[in-house]
């Protein structure tokens, strides 16, 4: 099979094939059917037990009914967005560590208020120890229509927190979380934190191709339109009446066309504006993630873009009449799933003359185009089939593959500057030599090389922010190292620069105002992961390390030995004070690292900066030993020198 072959056959079987699966399956009937009797019953969810799994569905109707949910000021209540407050936090802990944005700032996760009151009420509760004991090491299927798929999301982000944090809590075996019409629950920061933990595919939303409510929370609910705000009010309450009748299939409330149209061009415009600001990384208050089931009577297709998700929901929304359906899509999922199991095998996909003509690849676009109910001559088909197109064909991967290639190329860079490294580590180290620059041709070389490897990263960091990477990609140990050795490689040549250039007499010292944001980010992936830097921190080493540990420890000794100097001629006995509790502190830190060999050999070089630095202390503190009662001060500080 040749790679394009390979290339087309992950386009055709990402979106159709999956949607067909999923239609073909029990699982949905399955779920709905344990929807409808969570809605019609009194409690707030209902277990359903069957041979290969345990069902927990969440009731939509009670949460729908609640004054906070239903009332006209719904951005004010049950839907607006709210950071994790203190015990929440706890509960959701691998999500609070939040993303950054561009300018490194820190980005609080929001979840939707009213959901999360919900999830919280029902966690404080015994019936929610029962339900962990009922679905404890069991297969479990968590589900809810309206905003009980909310509730259900929630639980299984609960899990799935839980098992990452303490591998033995009471958790399910395997989980799966499929959700009706629900709303969206969070903003970007959580779509991203659920991608980078590998969980979006352990969440399926369905959503039927005219149903308003997932698409809702794309508008500006403190701002709406008073007229808007009354008829979702009116519709809530009329799906509330419906939720709770056993067949649960009709709105009882009919509106006047001319306000489902205003209603329904209100909530387009305001989706076709939340994918266009996706595009510029404009991070507004929510944000679908897992994976999205789009169903028309035409079939299913299965999508987990999160960018294509979004233009999806505005190009389904806006083909053929949203307004005719807007009362009755919300509640009836039970039809339209029926409707695509029995057609399934006996519709008429697409001309015979269509597949002699078309590639396994042009198929599986027009057959995921038209299960998401978008006809071929409908508005918005074209970019709907180019949106289709960037989502199935896996760019994403095809570029995390292109870098490892990429990798590769620039690996006899890295090799050169090890190779540098050990021809100076028995004489002052490849840190100062690299500063003084003692060879300049070979140092010149070096300093190329320095520049290839940052180029390299910094393109990487680049197609990492602008979501050209798999969102799994720092899961990856195979980039979490790489980024962490290159950081311990390449940092002290970077900082060497720094300070053969004096850049700190203008800018300051390197920790504060010269380190590139790359090694930040190669700091934080490293930290988070848990098993990589476990592994280092219990290490115990024999010898000392081929790189040392701390990359920034070059700065820090430039540092020290500013402030030597300086309080040779300090005369104010608090800034004395001061310069040498830094100057005790840092050589304790050192001592510790040479103590567990975290330390390169080069640190001890004998014309090394380091031990420059200690001879210098070590002549000090002899002076301090005979100098005057004046210089008491300093005896206390410094522990007697």
């Known amino acids: ?17 999956l949607g067909a699966l999923l239609a073909s399956s029990p699982l949905l009937t399955q779920a709905w059917t344990s929807c409808l009797r969570a809605n019609a019953g009194s409690a707030s969810f209902v277990v359903d037990r069957s041979d290969d799994a345990v069902f927990v569905a969440f009731s939509g109707a009670q949460a729908a009914a609640s004054p906070c949910a239903a009332s006209s000021g719904l951005g004010g209540g049950f839907f607006e967005p709210v950071p994790l ?10 999500l609070g560590r939040g993303e950054e944005d561009d300018g490194g700032k820190p980005q609080p996760v929001l979840l939707q208020a009213g959901a999360l009151r919900s999830f919280m009420s029902l966690y404080r509760t015994s019936e929610f120890q029962l339900l962990i004991s009922e679905t404890q090491n069991k297969s479990v299927v968590l589900t809810g229509h309206s905003v009980g ?39 970007e920061t959580l779509s991203r934190a659920i991608l980078r933990e590998r969980w979006g595919g352990m969440f399926c939303n369905v959503v039927a191709q005219h149903d308003i409510m997932p698409r809702l929370l794309f508008c500006p609910l403190n701002s709406m339109p008073n007229q808007f705000t009354t008829i979702i009010h009116n519709l809530m309450q009329s799906w509330c009446v419906s939720m709770r009748s056993p ?49 028309s009577t035409e079939g299913a297709v299965c999508i987990s873009d999160p960018v294509t998700v979004l233009k999806m929901l505005h190009l389904a929304f806006i083909t053929g009449d949203a307004s005719s359906s807007i009362e009755e899509q919300h509640v009836s999922y039970g039809d339209l799933i029926s409707m695509i199991s029995e057609n399934r095998q006996f519709k008429k996909r697409l001309d015979f003359e269509e597949y002699e003509t078309k590639s396994n690849y042009s198929m599986g676009v027009s057959l995921a185009l038209e299960a998401s109910g978008i006809g071929v001559q409908e508005m918005g088909a074209m970019e709907a089939r180019e949106w289709l197109e960037l989502s199935m064909c896996q760019r994403p991967k095809l570029n995390s593959a292109s870098l490892a ?7 006899p860079c890295r090799a050169q500057i090890e190779w540098y490294k050990a021809l100076c580590d028995d004489d002052m180290g490849y840190y100062d030599c690299f500063k003084l620059r003692k060879t300049p041709k070979r140092d010149g070389k070096v300093n190329m090389n320095r520049i290839r490897l940052g180029v390299f990263w910094d393109k990487l960091l680049s197609m990492l922010q602008d979501n050209k990477l798999p969102h799994d990609f720092l899961k990856r140990d195979k980039w979490v190292n790489a980024a962490q050795f290159y950081k311990l490689l390449v940092e002290p040549l970077d900082i060497a620069e720094y300070y053969r250039c004096q850049l700190h007499k203008t800018r300051g010292h390197y920790l504060s105002h010269g380190r590139e944001r790359r090694y930040e980010v190669f700091d934080k992936w490293w ?40 309080a040779c001629g300090e005369k104010n006995p608090t800034k004395l004070v001061e310069l040498w ?52 001060v300093l005896v206390g500080v410094t522990g007697g020198m």
């Open 149 to 187: 798929g909310c509730v259900a999301s929630l639980l299984g982000l609960y899990f799935l927190c839980s098992s990452s944090v303490q591998p033995n809590a009471p958790t399910p075996a395997s989980l799966l979380c499929i959700t009706f019409g629900s709303p969206l629950i969070g903003n």
């Open 85 to 94: 407050y203190s015990g929440a936090h706890e509960l959701f802990a691998p």
């Open 247 to 295: 067949q649960c299939s009709r709105s009882k409330l009919h509106l006047p066309d001319d306000q489902k149209a205003e209603l329904c061009q209100y909530i387009s415009m305001h989706i076709r504006e939340a994918s266009a600001a996706e595009q510029k990384h404009h991070m507004g208050p929510y944000r679908p993630f897992g994976n999205y089931a789009f169903c």
């Open 405 to 411: 290639i990429k990798l590769a190329k620039v690996t």
């Open 1 to 17: 099979m040749d790679s394009r072959t390979e290339v087309e056959g992950s386009m055709f079987e990402t979106s159709h094939v």
């Open 581 to 632: 509790h830094y100057i005790n502190g840092f050589e304790s830190y050192v001592n510790g690292l040479i103590e567990r060999k975290e330390v390169s050999i080069d640190v001890l070089a004998p014309r090394s900066s380091y031990s420059l630095w200690v001879n210098e202390l070590k002549e000090m503190k002899l002076k301090q030993a005979h100098n005057l009662p004046s210089s008491s």
């Open 527 to 566: 930290n988070e992961d848990k098993e990589s830097s476990k592994k280092a921190a219990d290490r115990k080493r024999s010898k000392f390390a081929g790189l040392t540990q701390d990359s920034c420890f070059w700065a820090k000794v430039e540092e020290a030995r500013e402030c030597l100097k300086n």
